[in-house]
């Protein structure tokens, strides 16, 4: 009797959560249409009403990871004696629920998708040699998109009676891929995060840092764990050709919003994707619409463990962005006497061993760019932004509480720790040491009196 009246309370709170969080998301479209800051203004006690639903419907280890995150950040707002602090930082997560309804409404129309569907038919026939070139490839593209439903496409691809050591082989390449994504596309709370907090930093150079650190990242996966494959790239390239259009449009698309309007990133994925997914739905059969529709509002009320940490994240972000604590900690990080490539480097290995201890890379890159960005950076825009999405990817790919890490191991049926750290924690290592390099050498060029880049 107490379990069914358990159970019908998480059910209850399931539904008010959703309807809270659709409330929410067209609050932050009217707001961002209209220039408002009225619909703001009314959302702030819908965010909080939807927290402290969203609490009873996750489990008790993100219950206590909320508030081990919260409370210090109430403690220090207090301290510090501006309560209003906490204030700040929830009008700063305002933006988060339209940003997950939208990337909720983005995996309901790649379920959808013929592209999809025709892409994930190559793959299958691609040679064995080449699958795990196809695995690492597939999920940096489904990934772009999908995020972590990634692993739902692609786990049927491996061959059903292969060992446990290759399947866990696939999904390591499909990990890995899958999280390299954030350093470019749109679609992740990464990119968001990151580029919110740098709006002078045009999102086309950060896109094309991505893809530079992507092409490292293939051309490193091919010389160590897809030996071999290389003869195989463009049957695999051309497997996800099908891929290209409808990924390559809308990120297209975003970019272009955001250069010519002067949106932050995060605004123009909200602006762009809803009316472009209304007009590919208008050249759909019937019944495609109501499918996505459905789908979505099914997803929307699976978002409660995200976005309680990407709110709660926030706001100690944004108290910590300012305390005088911070400032006397990171003092010399901020004044400039740390080298840009040891900064680059302690932080990243930093967000990295964090991530494995079980801190996912959500609260310390929140973290590290609200710190290095309060005053004047110290290092350039670009090598900050490298700095966090290089945080998140890696961090996400290894992490014992990374949300990705834990679908692969499920969709490809792996016992625990089978992907950690295993032939990730040998690339994370060296891609990451070669990544700092660059974003340390793009740095220095990017300093006053140096050539001008990108």
Known sequence: MERRASERLRSASIGLGRALLLALWASELVALLTGSATPAA????????YGAVALLQVGPASRRLTLGLALPAVVLALVEGRPALLLEGLDQ??????????????????????????ARQRAQALPREARALGFFLGGHAFGA??????????????????SGAERA????????????????????????????????????????LGLALSLLALLLTLATDARGAARFLA???????????????????????????????LAAVLLVTPPAAALWLVTRPRGTARAVASRTFELAGRLAEEMLLVGVV?????????????????????AGHVPGWLLLGGLLASIVLLAILGLHPLATVAITMALLTEGAPPVTPLALAGLGLMGWALGTMLGSTSLSLLVARSAFELPARALSPGPNGRFVLLFGGLSVALLALLDGLGRPGAPTIV
Request: charged share 10%; aromatic share 4%; glycine share 6%.
């Open 93 to 118: 997560a305002l933006l988060y629920p339209a940003f997950l309804g939208t990337i909720a409404l983005v995996r309901a129309l790649a379920a959808a998708h013929p592209a999809v569907d025709r």
């Open 235 to 265: 049957p695999a390239l051309a497997a996800l050709a099908p891929l290209l259009p409808p990924v390559g449009g809308a990120a297209a698309a975003i970019v272009l919003v955001a250069s010519l309007s002067g949106l932050p990133s």
């Open 145 to 162: 998109v999908l995020t972590a439903g990634s692993f739902a496409v692609l786990a049927p691809l491996a061959d059903a009676r292969a």
């Open 314 to 334: 926030t706001v100690l972000g944004r108290v910590l962005a300012v305390s005088s604590l911070t400032k006397l900690l990171g003092g010399p990080l901020l």
């Open 42 to 49: 009314l959302a702030r006690p819908l965010l909080l009403a």
């Open 169 to 208: 082989r696939l999904a390591a390449m499909a990990l890995r891929g899958s999280c390299l994504a954030v350093l470019w596309s749109p679609f992740f709370v990464g990119m968001a995060l990151v580029t919110r907090h740098l709006p002078e930093l045009a999102i086309w150079r950060v896109t094309l």
